[in-house]
């Protein structure tokens, strides 16, 4: 099986677990109910959940809430209505990583952050349209950072998207913004990155957790994260883990 082959069918199933995983995000469900149920659909399907493979982290999910950004550990607090919950999941297929991260606010949701979920969206959009090879990781963040600023809001600049592979961090690392050191990391065909878009509505700054893994925005602002495992193909950018309603 190819490299193409591979990570296209565990992008698919991991594309199906993150709609599940959608799905159950609702008031009264805890973040412990998500990542056994993420655990349980990737063994099932005769995968590895990869983060539980980095050292010392024994989850299938990093699941944050409100202000929460990343890393944040699968607890047994309750979402509430109004909560903005992000879920990041991934998998190994057949050697090869996948990583992806969904955002969901839990109804009612307020005009704001409906209109900030959206703006988020749409930066990485921006930035997968831009994967094409040729064209610099600084393509990347540039389109990222103009999209969400032009709406008043903040990319982290903390954080990085990243290659992935046979390792679930490589390089090239991935700014969310138009860092010019990154204009040196040129993409090429058969590359496949995990592109994150991870944004604040208030500040971009962010402070870590006494877990010793979650990072939060420091001014306590909300936050949404976005990301797609995308490959580079001579015609353009391939996302390998959207959702999707089948089961493979």
């Known amino acids: 099986m190819t490299k193409l082959q591979a990570m296209t069918e565990g992008g698919a199933r991991l594309g199906w677990i993150k709609g599940q995983l959608e799905k159950m995000v609702q008031a009264g469900v805890t973040p ?6 993420c655990f349980r659909l990737i063994k099932e399907g005769g995968d590895k959940p990869n983060f539980s493979m ?3 982290y024994k989850h299938s999910t990093c699941i944050n809430v409100n202000e929460g950004m990343v890393h944040g550990i699968p607890g047994k607090t309750p979402f509430k209505k109004g909560d903005v919950v992000k879920v990041d999941l991934g998998l190994m297929h057949e050697g090869f990583h996948l990583d992806s991260s969904i955002t969901v606010a839990i109804p009612p949701v307020k005009p704001e952050v409906a209109r900030f979920l959206e703006v988020s969206q749409r930066s990485l959009a921006a930035a997968i349209f831009m994967a094409n090879p040729g064209n610099t990781v600084y393509d990347l963040g540039l389109a ?3 999209v969400v600023e032009a709406e008043g809001y903040n990319v982290v600049r903390d954080l990085t998207g990243h290659g992935i592979g046979r390792k679930l961090h490589m390089e090239p690392y991935i700014p969310c913004f138009a860092d010019k050191s990154s204009k040196k990391d040129i993409l090429a065909v058969d590359q496949t990155v995990a592109i994150e878009a991870m944004v604040s509505m208030g500040d ?3 402070v870590e957790d006494t877990d010793g893994w979650t990072l939060s925005t420091q001014d306590g602002s909300i936050t949404a ?4 495992t995308v490959y580079i193909t001579a015609q353009g950018p391939k996302i390998l883990t959207a959702t999707n309603k089948r089961k493979l």
């Open 32 to 37: 412990l109910e998500i990542d056994a149920e």
């Open 54 to 56: 980095e050292p010392g």
């Open 144 to 146: 990222m950072q103009t």
């Open 204 to 206: 971009y700054h962010l």
């Open 225 to 228: 994260m976005y990301e797609e």
